[in-house]
Nanobody
Framework: QVQLVESGGGLVQPGGSLRLSCAASGFTLDYYAIGWFRQAPGKEREGVSCISSSDGSTYYAESLKGRFTISRDNGKNTVYLQMNSLKPEDTAVYYC????????????WGQGTQVTVSS
């Protein structure tokens, strides 16, 4: 069974950091691009970042560059999203998704993990 499972969310104070994980089961991440998305209450889902399968190229939403870093560990079949200098507006449910290349329509989605940035 193909599955993506996010973890690492939680409550953090403004300026803090979190590292989200996206673990795959039922398939090998090596051959897939993995993206992170987020959806805040009352807002549409937006793309956060993506890492390609071929050469590990990374892409970020312009507003998040410099604060978020995506990486992958194919040996652990896991992709990470390191989030630093978090702001209250980063509060959202964060999802990971797999696709053949960054920008394509996702094939599989995780269930999401809640990130809340608040003092």
């Amino acid at each position: 069974q193909v599955q993506l499972v996010e973890s690492g969310g939680g409550l953090v104070q403004p300026g803090g950091s979190l590292r989200l994980s996206c673990a795959a089961s039922g398939f090998t991440l090596d051959y897939y691009a993995i993206g992170w998305f987020r959806q805040a209450p009352g807002k549409e889902r937006e793309g956060v970042s993506c890492i390609s399968s071929s050469d590990g190229s990374t892409y970020y939403a312009e507003s998040l560059k410099g604060r978020f870093t995506i990486s992958r560990d194919n040996g652990k079949n896991t992709v990470y999203l390191q989030m630093n200098s978090l702001k209250p507006e980063d509060t959202a449910v964060y999802y990971c998704a797999s696709y053949y290349f960054c920008g394509a329509a996702p094939d599989y989605w995780g269930q999401g993990t809640q990130v809340t940035v608040s003092s």
